[in-house]
């Protein structure tokens, strides 16, 4: 692109006229017509991708690939999982490098690796006992968390007396605090407010 960008820049034309046909900053149309000032199209040329050089040969990423392949028990961990942590022990041990795990998480989706998520379901689960409950005890406990929520909520407005009992100001007004009886809070447990107080 710089070097088409370099014909432009020859023919005469603008910063801007570059940079809207390149679909670039102004700023860098700039920066290229200053480099083919100075170092002719020779200064235009890429210098190639950015980073320091890979630290792994590409014969050694496939053999990290086939190590992979044979899993951990092979490497003396018993379960059948690979953590960025165990790669990096075992490119450690076996090539003699260090990578941090962003950078072995970096290579590992390079070469096709991702996160795994199994699904695990244990070996006693009685699907009839999950579903009752689901259908029978869910409902219970989120109708009832749901209200303490927006009791909760509408109490959080009171100025907490010194006993930390009591309320002022507009708690326990909206229909869920006057429902459950709750005007109050002391510390994290709702209690009734001390009425005349």
């Excluded at 907490?160 to 708690?171: I, N, Q, S």
Aim: aromatic share 6%; with cysteine; glycine share 12%.
């Amino acid at each position: 692109m710089r070097l088409a960008a370099a014909e432009l820049i020859e023919g005469g034309a603008s910063d801007r006229e570059v940079a809207r046909h390149f679909r670039v900053s102004r700023m860098s149309a700039n920066r290229w017509r200053r480099a083919l000032a100075a170092g002719g199209r020779a200064a235009l040329a890429s210098k190639g991708p950015g980073g320091g050089p890979a630290k792994l040969s590409p014969a050694q990423v496939g053999e990290l690939e086939a190590v992979l392949e044979a899993g951990p028990a092979v490497w003396g961990w018993e379960d059948q999982c690979w953590t960025l942590a165990r790669i990096a022990a075992v490119v450690r041990r076996r090539f003699g490098v260090t990578y941090t795990l962003a950078g072995l998480d970096l290579l590992l989706h390079r070469i096709g690796w991702s996160v795994q998520v199994p699904a695990r379901q244990a070996a006693e689960r009685d699907e009839e006992q999950v579903t009752a409950w689901k259908q029978e005890t869910w409902p219970v406990i989120k109708a009832s968390s749901s209200e303490w929520m927006v009791a909760q909520a509408e109490m959080a407005r009171c100025w907490l007396r010194l006993a930390g009992v009591g309320c002022r100001g507009r708690a326990g007004r909206g229909a869920a605090g006057r429902a459950a009886g709750w005007e109050g809070v002391s510390g994290l447990l709702v209690t009734p407010a001390v009425r005349g107080a």
